[in-house]
């Protein structure tokens, strides 16, 4: 309901010529943003379900996308190859911030800020010691190896028109691909259920079998890869990555799992919910440049949007146990 009524706010307030927002241009847009943002959104909010926080997301699309544009760009390894580095370098962190939070028993927002900051210091210092002292890491290459084929993967669009000449983004279907099977493992699967039960009563989760620590290094492992395949898609698309791509988008995946019903308590929410999340940040953020506003109003609509959201789901949440009981 929340994603029909913004799509129907921006449908009235658009201000485009011949009304671009209900035709393809304005579908390519908005569906291409609440991609990047799904991708990641879904996963963070399946480790919120499951009780913790990651803000390294954000700044981990940014450094795996270094981390491919070097391998590529500066060391000229095949991009295969370069995808299967990428993807190793995201697991290590992903088990590295769920091996230190559920051995330490701190807080998951602490440790994966701390791991923010690493990875923001090292994209920034590591890459201007490892490129010449610039930031952008560029692949310079006439026909280097893999880019074209891993460019139709994860880079390149479909369904282009007359009237989209440059179609809709592969992104899009890596959105609906993540989304269908989070969907799938938190309804259908063994481990789904973990994610609840470690979320909702970690204690009562361990006594019932559960391996709530496995669990949630395994969810930390997933929004790990899932900033890597946003990293991968950025630098296949653009076959360039600058240093501190992404900072500051943790924030929005986060904020795209609550608008989806995800509680910041852990223990309820869905993938689809996190997806719609994603959508109605993607419209909000095409959809204020549609109707000709100023670009800080992106921020007020995120804000107002959070405060409801996380109003509502409390309400719906407590009434809820209340019919239980």
Known sequence: ?????????????????????????????????????????????????????????????GATAIVMALLVGKYHWNAWLAIVGTIVFAIAIGLLNGYVVVKTKLPS???????????????????????????????????????????????????????????????????????????????????GNWIFAAGGDQNAARNVGVPVARTKVVLFVSTALAAALVGIISFTQASSAVSEQGVGYEFFYIIAAVVGGCLLTGGYGSAIGAALGACIIGMAFEGVIYAGWDSSWNFVFLGAILFMAVAVNTIIYRRAQKARR
């Open 1 to 61: 309901m929340g994603a029909i009524a913004v799509f129907i706010l921006f449908t009235i307030t658009d201000a485009s010529p011949n009304h671009l927002w209900l035709h393809q241009p304005g579908l390519a847009a908005w569906t291409q943003q609440a991609a990047f943002f799904g991708i990641l959104a879904v996963p963070v909010g399946l480790l919120m379900i499951g009780g913790e926080f990651d803000l390294s997301t954000g700044v981990m699309s």
């Open 109 to 191: 927002f602490i440790v994966t800020l701390a791991t923010f900051f690493v990875l923001r210091g090292l994209s920034v210092g590591a890459v201007l010691l490892l490129n010449n002292h610039s930031t952008q890491v560029t692949v310079t290459e006439l026909h280097p190896g893999g880019v074209t084929s891993a460019k139709k993967i994860f880079g390149s669009s479909f369904f282009s028109s007359g009237a989209l000449p440059n179609g809709y983004s592969t992104a899009i279907i890596w959105f609906i691909i993540v989304t269908a099977f989070a969907t799938w493992v938190l309804s259908r699967t063994t481990f």
